[in-house]
Each structure stands twice: as C-alpha cells, then as structure tokens.
C-alpha cells in the first residue's frame, strides 16, 4: 500500500516537475540561459511584412514569441529593448513547403503503392545537421514530405528549422498533413503494382472511388483518404509532364480535391489548363541549367491569378536554391512583390501553417531572416534569423569581415 | 504541287481574312467550309466528278457536284487531285508515352484499365499522323498481358474537348508467345518465386488464362444477377471480361500463326464471344475458319521481312504479301494498318503496297476508311464522305496511295489541320480564324 | 537436172527440222542469243527522250540501237515486248548488302576488301534481281577510319569474280567518329596515317636512290632530302608494302574516296583534309541526313554525293519542342548538286526499293527527270560506269529491266531483268516471289542444265540463305514442311 501510494505521488511529482520545466525553459535561448519575456523592438530599413506591405526604416515589436506589432509608427511598450539593425531589411521567414531535408534514412514504405497512414514525422531528425544549413538560407519552417515512391506516400510533417524549446510543442507545426498522392514514373515500380501508368491510374480511380461510395463487404476504408475525398485533408500531388498534369486535374475536378501541386515539369505547355483549374503551384528548384521555358512559368502563372510557392529541392540541392529559384523566376517575369510572397505567405499556405507563420503579422510566431539588403538579391547575405523571437542564427561573415554597417549579435 | 499550295494558301488566307467582313452581311452561307476537287472518292466505291463537300459545324452537311455547292463559303480547293474520307488506323501505337507504360505486368487479366491512360495527348505523333492524312486511330493495348486493356479510339487533329471518340473500346487479348517471351519481366529476381514468377510460360498457359478468365468472368456474373450478389466482391476485371461475354463489349485478338488463330477462334466459339482478329500475319492461311466464325480482320503492315516489335516475336517468319488480297477475295471484313510504322506517309504507303500485292484499288481505299469504321463500330460516323458523317477528309495531290501523291490539306472536325505548304505557326493563325469566323 | 532437183528437195527436207525446232526454240534462243531485238511498248532511256513502241538493238551484250523506227536486221532474234516499259537497269551506289560484318575493328585497314567478304548466295542478291537493282557498289561500313577496298559487282553469278564488274572501286573512309571514338582521335588518326605514308616513301624513296648509286657504282654525294627527291621517280606501286600501296594511290588521285560524314561539321573537316591530301577531286561524300545544312561547301568543291535511305532530317527544337522536318534532297536538288539515292534493304516494304525512293522524291517537288536519273545514270557516273550503266543509249551495256509499267508506280512489278544481254531473272518463275504473294508453297522446278551464272540468282533449288536482316526470319527450305514455332 504505502509503496504504490509513494509510487503514486513520485511519478505524479515527476510529472508536474517536468511541466515546470517545459514551461520554464521554454523561453530559454539556445545556450540555455534563461530569457526573460522583455519587449524586443528590431528596427531596419526595411520590413517586409510578407502580405504585400513593405514599411521602410519601420520596427517589428516582439513579445515573448510572437509579433506583438509592425510599422513605421507603433507605440513601444515601456522597457522595450530596441536593436538597431541599421541598412538591413527584415522579411518572414522563409518557407520550404517541400522538402525532404531533416528525414533520416528511408522517408518511405514501397511494399504498398496506398499507404496513406504513413507520416513523415515518424522520420523527422531534430538534430539533423540540414538544419543549419537551412537557416544559414534564411529557412526558418520546412514540410517534410515521404518520397515519391508510392501513389499515395502519407502524410507530411511542417516544422521548424530551429528549436528553441526541449519539448516539440514549438518545433512541430503541423502533423497529418498534407498528403502526398503521386503520379510518375517514380512510383512505378518492377515487382509491385502498378508498373505502368495504366495501373496507376487505376489505382488512384479505385481508391478515390471506394472512399467516396460508403464500404462494400468487407472493404475499411482508409480515414485519411476518407477526409481527402470528402474535402476535409487538403494534399500535395507531385505530377510531371502534360499527360499526368491533365489526369490530376480531372481527378480533382471530380472528386473535389484540395490540391496543391508539385513537380510540373511541362508547366509551360499547360498554363491555361492550369489557370481554369485555379490550384496553387509549387515550383523549382530553378538553376542555371533550367529551360527558359520553365522559368517562365511563375510568371506566366501569377499573371494568371494562381499562387505559387518555390520549393529548394533540399537535400538533393542545396537550401540556398530556394531563394534563387525565386530570383530567377523575378528574373524572368514574376513580380518582386509575388516572389517573396511566395517564399513566406503562399508556401505557409499550401502547408497549412499559414495561422503560424508566414508573415510578420501580429499574433504570429516571431520568425524572421535578417538580410544585408533585399531578401530577392542575391547578393544580399543572412545576417541572422530568429525563430520564436529568439536569434537562433547569426551570420557566417560576423567575426570581422563585414562592413561596419552590418549587424553582429 | 508546290503552285497548287499556293493556291491553297490563297484561297484560305483571302477567305478567312475577309471572313469577319462577310459576317456583317449575315449571308446564309456563313459558318460553312466547302471542300471541292475534280474527284470525290465517297469511300464506298462511288466516285463523283468535280464535286464538293460542304462542311458545317463539323460535320458534312452536303456532298455533291461542284454546281450544287453554295457561294461565298470559305473554301479549299485543288485544281488536280482527290478527296478521300480521312483515314483511320484501326491498329495505331500513336502516343504512346513509353513502352513501360504500355502494358500493366502486375496481373495477367487486366481488362477493367484502359490504354487511353498511357497515351499522351499532346505527343507529337497524332500531328504526323495527321500530315499524313489519318484522322482517326485505334490504339491498341500492349500484348504482354494474356487478357489485356481497352483500347481507345482517338481522333488526331481538331477540337480538343472531340478528340476522344471512344475512351474504353474493346478489350484485347493476345495469343502466342508475346505475353511470355520478354523475359526479364516475368522472371523474379535470382529466379525466386514471387510477384514476377508466374504463369504462362507456354502457349498452353496463355490459352488456358484466357479460359480461367473467361470461366471466373462467367461465374462471376451469374453470382451478381442472383440474390447474394451484394456478398461478392466486386472484381473490375472480371466485370469488363463479362461485358464481353455478353457481346456489350468487343473484344480483339492478336494472333500471329496459324494455329494461334486457330486457339482464338476455338476459345471464342467456347464461351460464344466474337472476336476481331489483330495482326494476322498468317491469316491468309487460315481463311476458311476466318469466314466460317465471321472475323473481321486488322491486318498490316505489308512486309516481306519484319521490323519493329514484330521482329523478335518469332512469329513473323512466314507472311505473305498479298494477305489483303486473298482476305478481300473471300470476302472477308478486314483494315489494313500501319501499326508501329512512323516513316514518310506510312498508312497511305500501306495501301499502295496492298495494291501493288494484288488488293484491288476501291477495296484498299475501303481498308482505310468504311471499312475500319465498321470494325471500330463507329460506322455511322467516320469512314464515309455523307451527309450527318464527321468532317473529316483528306485532299490530295493525285490519286491517293501512290507514291508520288501527297495530302494537300486534311479537315478534322472541320478544322483544317494540316495545309501543305505553311509553317505551324500559320496554321495556327488559319485555325483561328476560322474558329472567328461566322460559324458560330 | 534430176540430180540438182534432188538435192534441192534433200537440202529443203534437212532443212526443215532445223528451221522447225528453231522456231519453236524462239524464246529460248532468244535468251541465249548474241543478237536481240527487244521491241518495246516504251523505253526509257534516260539520258534521252522516252520513246514509244521503239526498238533496242542488242550485239553481244551491248546496246547498238535504240529509237522508233529502227530496222530490224535479218539475224536478230526478236523479243516482244510492246505491253511493257524497258528502263536502265538500277544503280546503287553505295551498299553493304551481300557481306554480313561490315567493318573491322582496327580504324585504318586500307589493305582489306569486300571480295573476301561478299557471299554470292546471300539473299540480298536475289532481292536485288526481283527489285531490279544490276548494279551494286559494296563496300564497307561507316564505322570505321580508313576502311577497305570497294567493288562494283552484278547480282548474278556463283562466284565474287564472276559478279564483279570493277575490282577496285575505291577505299572507304570516314571523317565521323568511329563507335568509341570522338572526332578529335578519328582526325588525329587520319592525319597520322598520312604523315606516316609520307615518311615510308621517303624512306622507300632513299634507300630505292642508296641502291640505284650502288649498282652504278657511285657513292652518295647527296643530303637525304635530295637523295629523296630524286629515289621518288626510282620508285612504283609494286614496291610498297601492302599497307601503304591502297594509301598511295589515294593521295595521288589514281583512287576514289568514298567518305563517309554523319553530321555537318564532319563535311568541314573531310574537305580540308581531302584537299590537303591529294584526293579531293576524286571524294564521293557519303552522307548523313544532318548533313544537308553543309550544301554551300559540297556545291564548292564540285563532287557529287550518296544519300542515306531515310531521306529525312527531323530535329526538336529543345525550347519548344516544335520538330521540324526536312526533306534532305531537295537541299541537294536546289544546290544543283549530282546525288545518288540509296536504299535500305532491312526496311519493312518501302525503302528497299529504288523507284520508291526516286517517287519519294517526286512526292517532296523533285521533277521526274532528276527521280529517275538519282537511281540510274547519277549514281552509274558516280561509280565509274555513267558511260556503261544506267542509260539505254548506243554504247551501253544491255543491262535493263523489262517492267511491266511506268517505274515509279507502285503497282509496277520487274517482269524480266537483262544483264549484259542475257536473261537472268523472269519473274514468272521467281518461285520464292510467288510464295510471298500467294502464302503458298510453290512447286520447286529443277535448275536447267548449263549456263548455271545465268540462273544462279533465281534457283530455288538451294535452301533460303538467312537474311541478315531479320533474325526472325529462319525459312530453311522452302521445299520441306513448314517449320514448326520458333521455340522458347
């Protein structure tokens, strides 16, 4: 008796402990020195909100972890700390809305081409050194997705490039969601169906079809794909080329799916198409070798009145190229204005993290690059990002090669 | 000919240039293309001397002499040559995206998917097909499944929301040693049994797939027609394979040799199903049992040595290049086929290679447009230069399958698609304009 | 009186058998005969008007007359043939029928030849009889540097000499890289093989001028440069080794140059190197369908070129994926540039055929005039033999098709094929032709006694050599049952 009671009160003490200190040291900064909630005020040349507005020589007000506010003119609270970031400009920051960067091992199971129950998160390393390199381009938030092995691959992880707490509440943004469906060769496989088209194709008709009509004999259908037909889970759908582009847009158009789409090589050919069927895009990466063709693509479809989002094609490429596919795409025909919403606002979007992050809006979670100059010139460095208000990153070229009116932490 | 195209291009620039103008003058000949030529070749035999096609909508809405047609139209015409029906390829592999996709190895029945899926619309291939005067084809199902795909019937050219005519056609079946020979695929890796180790090896496991199938199929829809049938599982191939049985849905045989035809046509008359015979590269030998069951014929191409897909099958060792003849000569329904040729005019060329074998001249032209229509079923559609028929015909420079002769301009859906002469670029324009025009 | 009435009536009674069994033997000695007359319902001659219901005079194998109204003399046998079309026989210029590995693997071998490789009893000939090719310049492969010796040959006849109709036709040589080779060793090597040509003479040339100073007794005052100079005019053909001798001739222009360029560039670089070393005036360009964007530089050097059997250049353009299509003569055509067509005998039905290849062209704009000259008296001149071959005009060889209507339709069969005055090929008994049309298997008749260099060609008597062409095509024997299914 008195054993269990004492059992009882230990782990029940162990417990509320634990709390304690997840909520003590959630405020704690990298180097675990506690950090007291104190108003932080960054003032720079140049805000950009991430939502179209651009403030100049403009503050971002920061309480605890979120925007507290963001303007040329807002009233700081007493005490607020003000750092003085000089020339540099303040953007969201970035998004990488599909990525395989911080997945460890085999982000996917191919003994099954409808394994909608897997997810992403399941092969999420925290401690993956990719991070830092994804900061170091100024990401602060990236989707995990499984790989394009399968028809439907399961679900996605959004999180965050940088932890600033032990426990994963912060980290994690978004879990069961979205859902990969692909159609390419990539899930056509030798020794398990479908080998061809033809059977993918079916495959997806299938499945769509039979969690759609209720369960015949036998038959327990998946709920995720259940939520999928029904509208309720919105989902990535990796497509090349123009054949496997017009079969996505039919599907969608008749199961009523929330699409957002990946891959689209071909693009160029099936802007009209696309446009008609009004669902958001996610490009890239973009590099030197890109057809001109392709690159013209963000353009043309922002004209077009669809949302596009860049993707850096991380691990395979490097993080850097999500800003320079961006580049590229202004390059040749994209609005400034549209590409940088597209690295923050629409990729938060299409990852459904958009209540989170996304852009320097009040109430949202304090995640912002610190660039030398504008975030869409190339030339510009990161000087520092921070992640729930915390700097979690500063620059390489701190230490004493800089010009003088950049900013060392 | 290069003058003629000039002409050509006179005649339609001026026409369509002017077509808004006469739009005004809401003349009731607006909305109508006229096709004229010294001769009408209607498909069916008749010829008319100096006629025209009149064209609305597209659809042909008049054929007749030159006297009867109306003026002031948009018009095509020709001072030297010929207007045929457009062709259709009753055995095509245009568009196909890739031979992978061709053929779905996971099962040895597959007949509830459908080979429009691995046909790419935009490819290339339905443009040459269309310079060279085809219109519609057949593409058919890869052969490396005992009971294959459906085949699609497409058109090659014209509106985009037409060009699919028939998107789940005939299921195709295959006997002989296609569904076998391709080794690596149906070998397991290190020889193990598992998903890639399976029947047939043999031509006796080929015939005796299609009869499990067709026997499964069978059990299969008398289950679901008697109380209970809410129990059984639905299966979609079995579903296709019993649409068939029940004569709903056509079904097509490959078949090389002689006795391969012989096992199609025996496992056929077992479970009371027609067939269409495909390849046929020794049915001249087997002509009595051909007219005896009554199948109609796809044949081609005419070859005396085999290339292609046919080259390694093994099966090709014997063909006879009067095939078509000896088929016409019994009276049997046959097309002839270009398959998976791609060279300079290849359908037309077939013909003329038919001709030179010993088909009579009428009875090619027929191969080639009435009498693939039938085979398809769509015989009250295309194949024939008649009032209510699709627009689609070929003009061209002389008489149609020689050599020498070449398609001036191809109608499609009454859009003309193909106008020798004129860069894509200006056909586009051409194209343009006459959706602008009146017609509307 | 009674006497002479006697033996007139004795001489008139022998007579009469004789005179009997030769009218009888009409056709028979007329394809044996060293004098015929060939009347014929149109003649083509190529290089001159077509004549209607004309006549060709034919002496021991060569043409002596040919025109409307040509009198028949007394001693020459008569073939009628007013329902027909007699053309030139075909000209193909360019082939490796007939030898089954077309090239070696070591790049510069001009000291082989195709004689040592050509199969007399390869279908290809017989095909060639049937499509009414009499002439045929093999030679080796593209893959290759500096290949081999070519030779023009007939498709008749049991062995490579009696085919033969020039030995030595010229070498062959590619400018475009070897398989496993890129351009820049394929040029290294060429230009090697003639620096090292030139050293061998040199060295020939002043051990030949030591030798000629010893025999006289002379001592060498001379530097060996000189001595060089002056041994080159000691020296001949049968001094050099067998390396080098084929090399030699080139460079002094005693010997064509069939040169083989698969890409534009590849014309660049074999007129430079051609001209540099001696032979360009006697260089055919074989050519590559890309090659056609090199015309302005072909046209320069004034020599004619052989065309691949596709005919057509298709390119995509990478930005738009737009293809364009080209038709590779009419570049040539609008140059003013002689070319010879060639055919592909592994074609389906279609491209093996010359007069489809020549209708081809018609279809694209080509006039008639120039279709028909591509596959008879261009490709004839281009070899060597315009002023034998490919042309029915006094002086010509009698080597011609009896066809039975105008050569570029394509209901049009080769009925009899002539070659230098002798029937070698009817299709009435083309047994093997019969069975392709019919699907059946014909009666095999016993090749006639004598003579067998005329009948080689169409004997079905011996067993179906395998094409190479088609692996799948394994007909041993047409005269034993069918074979059973190719097995596993």
């Given at each position: 008796m008195k054993r269990t009671i004492k059992l009882r009160i230990?782990?029940?003490?162990?417990?509320?402990?634990?709390?304690?200190?997840?909520?003590?040291?959630?405020?704690?900064?990298?180097?675990?020195?506690?950090?007291?909630?104190?108003?932080?005020?960054?003032?720079?040349?140049?805000?950009?909100?991430?939502?179209?507005?651009?403030?100049?020589?403009?503050?971002?007000?920061?309480r605890g972890r979120q925007i507290a506010a963001v303007g040329k003119d807002i009233v700081l609270p007493a005490g607020c700390e003000v750092i003085d970031l000089g020339s540099a400009q303040i953007a969201p920051g970035l998004i990488d809305p599909f990525t395989a960067l911080g997945a460890v091992g085999q982000n996917i199971e191919i003994i099954d081409p409808i394994h909608p129950e897997a997810t992403a998160e399941d092969v999420f390393d925290r401690f993956h050194r990719d991070f830092e390199r994804a900061l170091a381009a100024g990401i602060t938030s990236v989707v995990i997705t499984p790989s394009l092995d399968n028809l439907v691959g399961g679900t996605a992880v959004a999180v965050k490039t940088a932890g600033t707490c032990a426990c994963s509440r912060c980290r994690v943004l978004r879990r069961g969601g979205p859902l990969l469906l692909t159609l390419s060769e990539a899930a056509q496989k030798r020794n398990r169906a479908p080998t061809s088209r033809i059977g993918a194709i079916d495959l997806f008709k299938q499945t769509l079809a039979r969690a759609r009509t209720p369960a015949v004999h036998g038959e327990t259908p998946s709920p995720r794909i259940e939520a999928l037909v029904r509208g309720e889970l919105d989902a990535y759908f990796y497509a090349s080329w123009r054949y496997n582009l017009d079969t996505v847009i039919g599907l969608r158009k008749e199961y009523g799916l929330k699409l957002t789409l990946v891959g689209l090589s071909d693009a160029w050919e099936m802007i009209d198409e696309l446009a008609a069927a009004g669902m958001p895009l996610i490009l890239g990466p973009f590099n030197a070798l890109t057809a001109e063709r392709e690159l013209c693509v963000p353009g043309r479809a922002q004209a077009a009145g669809l949302e596009i989002a860049f993707t850096s094609g991380a691990p395979g490429f490097k993080p850097e190229g999500l800003r320079s596919s961006a580049a590229l795409a202004v390059r040749y025909g994209l609005e400034r204005d549209a590409a940088l919403q597209a690295m923050t606002l629409h990729a938060a979007k299409m990852a459904g993290i958009v209540e989170r992050v996304g852009s320097l809006s009040p109430g949202k979670d304090a995640d912002m690059v610190v660039f030398s100059g504008d975030p869409l010139d190339l030339s510009s460095k990161v000087l520092r990002v921070y992640v729930n208000g915390t700097p979690v990153y500063a620059g390489a070229c701190c230490g004493g090669c800089c010009a003088e009116s950049e900013v060392c932490p | 000919m290069m003058n003629s195209s000039l002409v050509l291009l006179i005649c339609f620039v001026l026409l369509f240039g002017f077509a808004s103008a006469e739009a005004r003058e809401a003349s009731d000949s607006s909305g109508l293309l006229v096709v004229k030529a010294p001769k009408l070749y209607i498909g069916d035999g008749r010829v008319i001397e100096n006629g025209a096609v009149v064209i609305k909508d597209g659809k042909i809405i008049q054929v007749g002499p030159l006297s009867e047609a109306p003026q002031g139209a948009a018009e095509i015409k020709c001072p030297s040559g010929v207007v045929t029906p457009g062709l259709i390829d009753a055995s095509s592999t245009a568009g196909l995206i890739d031979k992978y996709s061709w053929t779905e190895h996971s099962s040895e029945v597959v007949s509830h998917l459908n080979v429009l899926d691995a046909v790419d619309m935009r490819s290339r291939d339905f443009e040459r097909l269309a310079r060279q005067g085809v219109t519609t084809v057949y593409v058919t199902p890869g052969s490396g499944s005992v009971v294959g795909c459906r085949g699609c019937v497409l058109k090659t050219a014209g509106p985009a929301g037409e060009r699919i005519v028939v998107s789940r056609g005939s299921v195709k079946a295959t006997m002989g040693r296609d569904s076998y020979r391709r080794g690596g695929w149906n070998r397991g890796p290190r020889g193990r049994v598992d998903f890639w180790t399976r029947r047939p090896t043999t031509r006796m496991g080929v015939t005796w797939i299609f009869r499990e199938a067709c026997f499964e199929a069978r059990k299969y829809r008398d289950a679901r027609t008697k109380p209970g049938a809410a129990t059984v599982p639905h299966d979609a191939a079995l579903e296709s394979l019993a649409a068939v049985l029940d004569g709903q849905v056509r079904l097509r045989v490959q078949a090389r040799k002689e006795h391969d035809i012989w096992s199609a046509i025996r496992l056929c008359k077992e479970f009371g199903v027609d067939l269409v015979l495909e390849e046929g590269t020794e049915a001249y030998s087997c002509v009595p049992e051909l007219k005896e069951y009554g199948v109609p014929v796809v044949y081609g191409p005419v070859f005396a040595y085999p290339t292609g897909f046919r080259a390694g099958s093994g099966e090709a060792n014997e063909p006879c290049l009067n095939t078509a003849g000896i088929l016409h000569e019994a009276g049997l329904l046959f097309a002839l086929t270009a398959s998976d040729l791609s060279g300079e005019g290849a359908l037309p060329h077939q013909a003329g290679f038919a001709v030179r074998a010993g088909l009579p001249r009428a009875a090619a032209l027929r191969a080639v447009t009435a009498a693939p229509a039938e085979i398809l079923g769509l015989s009250d559609r295309i194949g024939l230069l008649e009032p209510g028929y699709d627009a689609d015909l070929v003009l061209w420079s002389g008489e149609p399958f020689l050599p020498t002769t070449r398609p001036i301009a191809v109608v499609v859906g009454g859009e003309p698609v193909h106008v020798a002469g004129i860069t894509g670029a200006e056909l586009r324009v051409l194209q343009r304009a006459a959706k602008e025009s009146p017609e509307k | 009186m009674h006497c002479l009435k006697l033996a007139f009536l004795v001489l008139t009674a022998a007579c009469l058998p004789v005179l009997s069994v030769t009218a009888a033997q009409d056709d028979e000695s007329a394809l044996r005969a060293d004098k015929i007359a060939l009347k014929a319902g149109r003649i083509i001659t190529v290089l001159d008007e077509e004549i209607e219901n004309g006549v060709i005079l034919i002496d021991r194998g060569k043409i002596v007359e040919v025109g409307k109204d040509v009198e028949i003399p007394y001693d020459y046998w008569v073939m009628d043939m007013s329902d027909k079309v007699v053309f030139p026989g075909m000209v193909e210029a360019h082939t490796t029928r007939g030898i089954d590995r077309t090239n070696e693997s070591l790049p510069v071998v001009p000291f082989l030849s195709v004689y040592d490789a050509i199969d007399p009893s390869n279908l290809a000939f017989e095909d060639a009889l049937r499509d009414g090719i009499t002439t045929l310049l093999i030679s080796q492969g593209n893959n290759t540097v500096i290949g081999?010796?070519?030779?023009?040959?007939?498709?008749?006849?049991?062995?490579?000499?009696?085919?033969?109709?020039?030995?030595?036709?010229?070498?062959?040589?590619?400018?475009?890289?070897?398989?496993?080779?890129?351009?820049?060793?394929?040029?290294?090597?060429?230009?090697?093989?003639?620096?090292?040509?030139?050293?061998?003479?040199?060295?020939?040339?002043?051990?030949?001028?030591?030798?000629?100073?010893?025999?006289?007794?002379?001592?060498?005052?001379?530097?060996?440069?000189?001595?060089?100079?002056?041994?080159?005019?000691?020296?001949?053909?049968?001094?050099?080794?067998?390396?080098?001798?084929?090399?030699?001739?080139?460079?002094?222009?005693?010997?064509?140059?069939?040169?083989?360029?698969?890409?534009?560039?590849?014309?660049?670089?074999?007129?430079?190197?051609?001209?540099?070393?001696?032979?360009?005036?006697?260089?055919?360009?074989?050519?590559?369908?890309?090659?056609?964007?090199?015309?302005?530089?072909?046209?320069?050097?004034?020599?004619?070129?052989?065309?691949?059997?596709?005919?057509?250049?298709?390119?995509?353009?990478?930005?738009?994926?737009?293809?364009?299509?080209?038709f590779v003569p009419l570049a040539f055509f609008e140059a003013g540039?002689?070319?010879?067509?060639?055919?592909?005998?592994?074609?389906?039905?279609?491209?093996?055929?010359?007069?489809?290849?020549?209708?081809?062209?018609?279809?694209?704009?080509?006039?008639?005039?120039?279709?028909?000259?591509?596959?008879?008296?261009?490709?004839?001149?281009?070899?060597?033999?315009?002023?034998?071959?490919?042309?029915?005009?006094?002086?010509?060889?009698?080597?011609?098709?009896?066809?039975?209507?105008?050569?570029?339709?394509?209901?049009?069969?080769?009925?009899?094929?002539?070659?230098?005055?002798?029937?070698?090929?009817?299709?009435?008994?083309?047994?093997?032709l019969k069975e392709l049309l019919t699907g059946q298997e014909q009666p095999v008749e016993p090749a006639p006694q004598g003579d067998q260099e005329e009948k080689a060609a169409e004997a079905e008597a011996a067993p179906g050599q395998a094409e190479s062409a088609s692996e799948a095509n394994k007909d041993a024997g047409k005269s034993q049952e069918k074979a059973p299914p190719s097995g596993q």
């Open positions: 230990f782990s029940f003490g162990t417990a509320f402990f634990m709390l304690l200190c997840c909520l003590a040291t959630a405020e704690s900064g990298p180097d675990g020195s506690r950090k007291s909630p104190t108003p932080v005020a960054l003032k720079a040349a140049k805000v950009w909100t991430g939502t179209g507005q651009v403030h100049d020589d403009a503050l971002v007000l920061l | - | 081999g010796m070519s030779r023009v040959v007939r498709p008749i006849g049991r062995t490579v000499d009696e085919m033969t109709l020039k030995a030595e036709a010229g070498l062959k040589l590619s400018a475009s890289p070897m398989y496993g080779q890129d351009r820049l060793t394929q040029m290294a090597i060429l230009r090697e093989t003639f620096r090292e040509l030139e050293e061998y003479l040199g060295d020939l040339a002043e051990s030949a001028y030591e030798k000629d100073l010893e025999k006289k007794g002379e001592t060498i005052k001379l530097g060996p440069a000189a001595a060089r100079e002056k041994g080159a005019a000691l020296i001949s053909d049968k001094d050099l080794d067998f390396r080098h001798k084929n090399l030699k001739r080139l460079a002094d222009g005693r010997l064509a140059a069939y040169v083989y360029c698969g890409a534009a560039m590849d014309v660049y670089n074999a007129v430079a190197f051609a001209e540099e070393h001696g032979f360009l005036k006697r260089t055919v360009f074989v050519l590559g369908s890309e090659c056609y964007k090199a015309v302005d530089l072909i046209k320069s050097t004034g020599r004619p070129v052989i065309l691949e059997p596709s005919m057509i250049h298709r390119e995509t353009d990478p930005l738009t994926g737009d293809e364009t299509e080209v540039i002689s070319f010879a067509v060639t055919t592909e005998p592994r074609d389906v039905y279609g491209l093996r055929y010359p007069w489809y290849q020549a209708a081809r062209l018609m279809r694209n704009g080509i006039p008639r005039e120039t279709a028909i000259k591509a596959i008879t008296i261009t490709p004839a001149s281009i070899i060597g033999m315009g002023t034998r071959l490919g042309a029915l005009m006094p002086g010509y060889d009698a080597t011609l098709l009896v066809l039975t209507g105008d050569p570029l339709e394509s209901g049009t069969w080769v009925d009899k094929v002539m070659i230098g005055g002798r029937m070698v090929y009817e299709q009435e008994k083309d047994y093997r």
